[in-house]
């Protein structure tokens, strides 16, 4: 033990200080002959006694001798909600890896009623035209992650001349992306997509473009962004002859020199 360990009264008083170098800590996982530690489990239950805290205090109550053995400080328990909350926190801050990628889709408008965007349905007077479900927000969304990893774009994964991916669902890319990520022991962190186009509106699906990509991306929603603009009627944006959609993905992976 590195603390001091006192024993106290019901009254928060202390009744004396204890020998810290003859306590110790138990952790868990612990080991033991597995008969020996069954008969021990059935004893405990014939005689109704529940109260144990460990398998080793149980071992000693059977009468087994029970040694201790040096720990690792790591090993820290999970009790409550906060130690959740901060195992979580030191992993991530392990994550010493901090990159960022861009990325930038583009589709045009065709016949059709409605247009995916940022993993949302829209109805629209028109549609969008691609080999997939031409989700330019998705798009924009895959290739800022592949940007972070130095791990080519969306084409080099998902060629446009493989049949498979005609009319498939973009969700599929981006949880591809995010499982690129995972494979290399890291975490996407932070998600922005900017939409580029006069119609639809894109203000009121926002929020719902928001928790869909959150859910995609195994992320809170407050770690997605997405913001909209029109081009003020310049460009091919601005004619309405198509959606642009621009991405930046922060991504935290293990730390290895650049
Ligand atoms: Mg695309």
Partial sequence: ?????????????????????????IQTP?????DALLAAHRKAAAASRDDFTDDAALAEWAGMTV???????????LTNPEDFSRIEARELAALGDVRTGNGYDVHAFAEGDHVW??????????ALSGHSDA????????????????????????????????????????????ERVRARGGR?????LTIVCEAPKIGP????????????????????????????KLGFTGRREGIAAFAT????????AP
């Fill in 205 to 232: 699906h926002r929020d719902a473009m928001r928790a869909r990509i959150a859910e995609i991306a195994g992320l809170s929603i407050d770690r997605v962004g997405v913001k909209a603009t029109t081009s003020e």
């Fill in 135 to 178: 989700d330019a927000g998705l798009h924009a969304l895959v290739d800022a992650i592949l940007g972070a990893l130095a791990d080519g774009d969306i084409g080099a994964h998902f060629p446009p001349s493989d049949p498979k991916w005609k009319g498939a669902s973009s969700d599929r890319f981006l949880r591809f992306a995010v």
């Fill in 30 to 34: 612990q080991a033991f002959t597995f």
């Fill in 188 to 192: 996407v962190v932070h998600l922005d």
């Fill in 117 to 126: 965007l940022g993993g949302v349905k829209i109805a629209h007077e028109r």
């Fill in 249 to 256: 993905a922060t991504v935290r992976l293990p730390w290895s």
């Fill in 67 to 77: 040694s201790v053995f040096e720990g690792d400080a790591d090993n820290v328990k």
């Fill in 1 to 25: 033990m590195t603390d001091t360990i006192k024993e106290v009264d019901a009254d928060a008083r202390v009744l004396r200080t204890l020998d810290r170098a003859r306590l110790r800590g």
